[in-house]
């Protein structure tokens, strides 16, 4: 019969992503609702439709806001939006990558396989950052 390994306490990798799990879900609604309210603060409440402010909210992109009836897009397009946009960008692609890191580790159990998939991981990570901020650059 095998034993279990215990975990050392301290500040290792599994008990930062999961206070980093914690935190980014809690960042990522945060953003939501200011999102939200800063759109219907600048006039969605009369200008838009539901869909295209769930749009905005999640993704504040000056694009989604062209399709609806604001007739100065001026307050929409500006770099605020963009941090907001990488923001929402890097903790949700990051909470989810780490919740795809723990399902993963949970079914693989050679240590060796696990170091390969947290490797894969983070370049997913890397690549899908970059790929993001510039498309958040170029729009």
């Known amino acids: ?23 980014s879900g809690l960042a990522f609604f945060m953003l939501a609702i200011v999102g939200l309210l800063s759109a219907l603060y600048m006039g969605a409440r009369l200008h838009m439709n539901v869909g295209t402010l ?38 949700g692609g990051t909470h989810g990558l780490n919740g795809l890191r723990v399902v993963l580790e949970d079914y693989i159990k050679p240590q060796g396989l696990q170091m390969l998939i947290r490797f894969v991981i983070f370049i997913l990570w890397i690549f899908m950052l970059m790929l993001s901020v510039y498309v958040v650059m170029g729009s």
């Open 1 to 23: 019969m095998k034993t279990r390994k215990i975990p050392h306490p301290g500040w290792n990798l599994e008990y930062l992503m999961f206070l980093f799990t914690r935190i």
């Open 54 to 91: 769930m749009r905005w909210t999640f993704f504040p992109n000056p694009n989604h806001v062209v399709d609806s009836d604001i007739p100065n897009i001026d307050a929409w397009s500006n770099g605020l939006w963009q941090i907001f946009q990488i923001l929402i960008l890097f903790f």
